[in-house]
């Protein structure tokens, strides 16, 4: 399979995003929209003769252009219609990777080769309705929830979006020090754009004017992804975040098929999603550089 090279310029956004919006299967980062705001310049591979797309992320920093997984995203999805078979385009890219980048570090769905090493996210499928995701709840899960004091707050959907990103800078840039001002300015940007153009959102549970706990969720389809949250430190010791999970998921009661916590390996944060349901599923780190950039660093730290 031959594959053609795309510039930014080149790409049918709506095209692309339409190929987003109807895979499950592909990660909500994989947006145009989504990449235009986490990448510092990005491409794609297109196969000749199909309608079968990889995104391509890079940094132009460094003598020859460096394939990477930008802020904010997990994965790299191939873009097709569901239930194409991505074989021939998986073994493409493999060769063709190499050739157009001397240094890359990116995850994907697929392993580049033998030393690509595996990684796991977490999510629910068959979902039904929020009696049925309740059912998947640990011992542990249902008592943080039960124990958290709801009726001293609010729940408020899309307020306060300002304060809600600043409370995640503050909780998040706290025990993660390499975030810097750039990162959530770039965080800022996605709840914006991703409430004006696709299905974003902001859950906070308040005590007018405070926020306790918040969360940036985007609804594709029927499919819910928490993208990232944060709570004050004595909230989450009450629970906030389990509160808040299970508050969300009440709003979209019969309306959602997966739940996709766009995961981590971190073991703490892990085991918070699989004590709501979540399981294991796999994909790939592949690497053959050891120049890591300060992005990347970031992103082992948030996923």
């Known amino acids: 399979m031959k594959l053609i090279y795309l510039k930014r310029e080149q790409i049918d956004t709506k095209k692309w995003d339409e190929l987003v919006e109807n895979n499950p299967s592909v990660s909500v980062s994989n947006f145009s929209w989504f990449l235009d705001t986490i990448s510092e310049k990005w491409a794609a591979y297109k196969a000749e003769d199909q309608e079968l797309y990889f995104p391509l992320p890079y940094l ?4 020859n252009k460096m394939l990477y997984q930008p802020i904010f995203s997990r994965v790299l999805s191939i873009l097709s219609q569901p239930g194409i078979d991505t074989h021939e385009f998986v073994q493409a890219l493999r060769k063709q990777i190499p050739i157009d980048f001397k240094h890359y570090i990116f995850h994907s769905d697929f392993a580049m080769n033998s030393d690509s090493k595996e990684r796991v996210y977490q999510k629910i499928e068959g979902v039904q309705d929020f009696e049925n995701i309740e059912k998947g709840y640990s011992t542990n899960a249902k008592r943080q929830i039960k124990k958290y004091p709801l009726e001293e707050v609010e729940v408020l959907v899309n307020s306060n ?4 990103v600043d409370l995640m800078k503050r909780e998040l840039g706290a025990k993660i020090p390499e ?40 609804k594709k389809k029927e499919n819910l992804i928490f993208l990232k949250g944060a709570a004050k430190e ?10 808040m999970m299970n508050e ?35 994909y790939f780190e592949n690497s053959n550089s050891p120049k890591i950039p300060i992005q990347y660093k970031i992103i082992k730290k948030l996923f």
């Open 234 to 243: 004595e909230e989450m010791k009450k629970g906030a975040m389990y509160a």
């Open 248 to 282: 969300t998921f009440k709003q979209f009661d019969g309306k959602i098929k997966t739940i996709d916590f766009d995961g981590s390996n971190i073991a703490s944060v892990a085991e918070f999603y699989k004590r709501l349901g979540g399981k294991n599923y796999t």
């Open 60 to 63: 132009k920093g460094m003598k």
């Open 179 to 218: 975030l810097k001002d750039d990162q959530f300015r770039i965080l800022d940007q996605l709840v914006k754009k991703a409430r004006k153009l696709n299905g974003g959102f902001v859950i906070n549970l308040c005590n007018n004017p405070e926020i306790r706990a918040t969360g940036f969720f985007i």
């Open 161 to 164: 979006i300002s304060d809600s």
